[in-house]
């Protein structure tokens, strides 16, 4: 069990939270003078819901989660923030990341000057248990697990991640922005039983919503509250709440995408392998792949003069002359594989 008081920072267990014109009145009305907001109608001039109650409900359902269990963001990288902010007292706690991961659990953690250990994956790519564990103490409040990982594409052992769940003193933070490609069940389940846990979503893969910046977070009642006291009041914003709406509406639109992303996933992963220089594709539940290479640098900079670009990773560890290529259109994949049999040719 774990003691959340315990976990939040001071200043934040403390804190009072700014109260917006649109959280303080929440009755019927029919004239608002009270938020200094342009009176004439132009479907923006209004401040939007700060807890987007309507959006929550869609997401409540399509979860099977209460709306009270969800924060939204302004994309998983503002929840990702904030988590860090509840729980990290800066120089003095640290955040624990599992490298080779995404990058912004180092970013956020930085800029809030707060401290993290590495504790790399396994060689393949799942957590090293005993190892993140014992790097354990009391000055250890978020681990962040990425599963699917990017850039490898796997996802987390389910015993390993529950081993994580029940060893780790503080909060266990689950990025699955790429869930919606994997046919693994979501870690969203055990939330019942592990009060410990966060799971983010988002919008800007699957959805095909990167551009309206919208994140979820899903908890306990109780860590949801600290998220909504330390947010800024009106996060996301109405043009974002409208369009993520539109979208639940349309599931079927999303339902084709990511048929037709995970064929072509399978298309590119079996015309890949028939290439020489191609020295591993890793398997990926997510919508890219990360290719070892022979030299992957030299590759990546004809792909660039082709006017292709993928993502360099070779530099990363355990990720020595990678690529990771995000899966596209038909024609955008064949085109990929087109310069790729030249460069083969090229040798
Ligand atoms: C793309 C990605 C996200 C998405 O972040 P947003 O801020 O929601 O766009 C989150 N986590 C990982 C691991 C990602 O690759």
Same mark, same amino acid.
């Given at each position: 069990m774990i003691d959340l008081d315990q976990l939040v920072r001071k200043n934040i267990l403390g804190l009072k939270p700014y109260s917006s014109a649109r959280s303080e009145f929440k009755g019927s009305a029919e004239v608002f003078l009270d938020a200094n907001e342009n009176p004439y109608e132009t479907g923006l001039n209004r401040y939007p819901d700060p807890l987007q109650w309507a959006l929550k409900d869609k997401i409540a359902v399509l979860k099977g989660l209460p709306a009270a269990r969800i924060f939204l963001g302004n994309g998983s990288d503002e929840a990702i923030d904030l988590l860090i902010r509840i729980f990290c007292e800066p120089r003095r706690d640290h955040i624990l990341t599992l490298p080779p991961t995404y990058g912004m659990y180092q970013v956020s953690a930085d800029i809030a000057d707060v401290l993290v250990r590495e504790i790399p994956l396994r060689t393949d790519f799942q957590p090293d248990v005993p190892a993140i564990l014992g790097a354990v103490n009391e000055q250890s409040r978020l681990l962040f697990l990425c599963s699917p990982n990017n850039p490898t594409g796997n996802s987390m052992e389910p015993d390993l991640v529950q081993q994580l769940i029940d060893g780790f003193p503080g909060i266990v933070v689950i990025d699955e922005a790429y869930i919606d490609f994997s046919a693994r069940e979501s870690f969203v389940q055990l939330l019942d039983r592990a009060p410990n846990l966060v799971v983010l979503q988002t919008f800007s893969k699957a959805w095909g919503l990167a551009g309206i910046r919208l994140g979820m977070a899903f908890a306990s009642e109780a860590i949801i509250h600290y998220f909504n006291k330390v947010k *800024? *009041?009106?996060?996301?914003n109405q043009l974002t709440q409208k369009a993520a709406l539109a979208a639940l509406n349309q599931q079927e639109q999303f339902d084709q995408w990511v048929a037709a992303l995970l064929a072509e996933r399978n298309k590119l992963t079996d015309q890949l392998g028939h290439l020489d220089f191609v020295q591993n594709i890793y398997p990926s539940d997510a919508n890219f792949l990360l290719v070892k290479v022979d030299g992957a640098v030299g590759l990546y900079r004809y792909l660039v003069h082709e006017k292709i670009i993928v993502r360099d990773r070779s530099r990363v560890l355990l990720c020595e002359d990678c690529l990771r290529i995000t899966v596209g259109r038909p024609e955008e994949n064949r085109r990929l594989m087109g310069c790729l049999s030249n460069w083969k040719a090229h040798k």
């Amino acid at each position: 069990m774990i003691d959340l008081d315990q976990l939040v920072r001071k200043n934040i267990l403390g804190l009072k939270p700014y109260s917006s014109a649109r959280s303080e009145f929440k009755g019927s009305a029919e004239v608002f003078l009270d938020a200094n907001e342009n009176p004439y109608e132009t479907g923006l001039n209004r401040y939007p819901d700060p807890l987007q109650w309507a959006l929550k409900d869609k997401i409540a359902v399509l979860k099977g989660l209460p709306a009270a269990r969800i924060f939204l963001g302004n994309g998983s990288d503002e929840a990702i923030d904030l988590l860090i902010r509840i729980f990290c007292e800066p120089r003095r706690d640290h955040i624990l990341t599992l490298p080779p991961t995404y990058g912004m659990y180092q970013v956020s953690a930085d800029i809030a000057d707060v401290l993290v250990r590495e504790i790399p994956l396994r060689t393949d790519f799942q957590p090293d248990v005993p190892a993140i564990l014992g790097a354990v103490n009391e000055q250890s409040r978020l681990l962040f697990l990425c599963s699917p990982n990017n850039p490898t594409g796997n996802s987390m052992e389910p015993d390993l991640v529950q081993q994580l769940i029940d060893g780790f003193p503080g909060i266990v933070v689950i990025d699955e922005a790429y869930i919606d490609f994997s046919a693994r069940e979501s870690f969203v389940q055990l939330l019942d039983r592990a009060p410990n846990l966060v799971v983010l979503q988002t919008f800007s893969k699957a959805w095909g919503l990167a551009g309206i910046r919208l994140g979820m977070a899903f908890a306990s009642e109780a860590i949801i509250h600290y998220f909504n006291k330390v947010k *800024p *009041p009106y996060n996301v914003n109405q043009l974002t709440q409208k369009a993520a709406l539109a979208a639940l509406n349309q599931q079927e639109q999303f339902d084709q995408w990511v048929a037709a992303l995970l064929a072509e996933r399978n298309k590119l992963t079996d015309q890949l392998g028939h290439l020489d220089f191609v020295q591993n594709i890793y398997p990926s539940d997510a919508n890219f792949l990360l290719v070892k290479v022979d030299g992957a640098v030299g590759l990546y900079r004809y792909l660039v003069h082709e006017k292709i670009i993928v993502r360099d990773r070779s530099r990363v560890l355990l990720c020595e002359d990678c690529l990771r290529i995000t899966v596209g259109r038909p024609e955008e994949n064949r085109r990929l594989m087109g310069c790729l049999s030249n460069w083969k040719a090229h040798k």
